[in-house]
């Protein structure tokens, strides 16, 4: 039981966290405190029961291995309610709906940030199958992996061909598009079908972020086109690839 009780404590952290990216650069800091209380405490908890607690989800057979919507999708609602409700950076968008790009200050840093969240990616799917099953769990490593990069590739050529050139930034939300997409299938699909889903992902990211700056919504890190747009997606693909 504390165990799980840990392994559901991060699970319902990284929910918060999703949020920091999409609201970043225009929050009060008390602000961000009460409502990751809120979060830690109402949302996650009761959002999760209805999915993996016996909750009215899991009785209609909804099925979510590690948390695609359990963790990322409800993140990623919260975040772009978030974004809507605090409104753009300042210079994000001009008076004639100009979008000013406000590029990361260290991409080094943000890469390595990458990494380690792809380190975390192999506690986050395996550990999912409350089990010491060293087959399972070398499957989902397998898969999750393979997701990953076939989303960095797809994410890279198709920023490549929107903008004319490779843009870091996009593959590393590609890469986390992936692993977002893969982490509610992650145990039930083939390496095969990993990969497509990942490709997929790796392609929704890109279109994602294009389309949410279109429509006025300020995401400083893409956290709503990784983790909501592929975290549904990810749902999706339980039924589609399974």
């Given at each position: 039981l504390l165990a799980k009780f840990f392994f559901q404590l991060v699970f319902a952290g990284t929910a918060a966290t999703i949020v920091s990216g999409a609201v970043g650069g225009r929050i009060k800091y008390l602000s961000f405190i009460v409502f990751s209380f809120i979060m830690g405490t109402v949302l996650y908890p009761v959002t999760g029961h209805w999915i993996w607690g016996g909750g009215f989800l899991a009785k209609l057979g909804f099925w979510d291995f590690a948390g695609s919507t359990v963790v990322h999708s409800v993140g990623g609602w919260a975040a772009l309610t978030g974004a809507m409700i605090l409104g753009p950076r300042f210079g994000k968008f001009g008076a004639n709906?100009?979008?000013?790009?406000?590029?990361?200050?260290?991409?080094?840093?943000?890469?390595?940030?990458?990494?380690?969240?792809?380190?975390?990616?192999?506690?986050?799917?395996?550990?999912?199958?409350?089990?010491?099953?060293?087959?399972?769990?070398?499957?989902?490593?397998?898969?999750?992996?393979?997701?990953?990069?076939?989303?960095?590739?797809?994410a890279t050529i198709t920023s490549w061909l929107l903008m004319g050139k490779p843009d870091l930034g996009m593959s590393l939300n590609g890469l986390l598009a992936g692993l977002v997409a893969i982490t509610a299938p992650?145990?039930?699909?083939?390496?095969?079908?990993?990969?497509?889903?990942?490709?997929?992902?790796?392609?929704?990211?890109?279109?994602?972020?294009?389309?949410?700056?279109?429509?006025?919504?300020?995401?400083?890190?893409?956290?709503?086109?990784?983790?909501?747009?592929?975290?549904?997606?990810?749902?999706?693909?339980?039924?589609?690839?399974?």
């Open positions: 709906g100009k979008i000013t790009p406000i590029p990361g200050h260290n991409m080094g840093l943000a890469t390595i940030g990458t990494f380690v969240l792809w380190l975390g990616w192999f506690g986050f799917n395996p550990g999912s199958t409350m089990a010491a099953d060293p087959e399972a769990i070398s499957r989902i490593c397998i898969t999750t992996n393979s997701a990953g990069v076939a989303a960095i590739l797809t992650c145990a039930f699909v083939s390496v095969e079908s990993s990969l497509i889903i990942g490709a997929i992902a790796g392609v929704l990211v890109v279109l994602a972020v294009s389309w949410f700056d279109r429509m006025g919504i300020d995401d400083p890190v893409g956290a709503t086109s990784v983790h909501l747009v592929n975290g549904v997606f990810g749902t999706l693909a339980v039924g589609l690839f399974d």
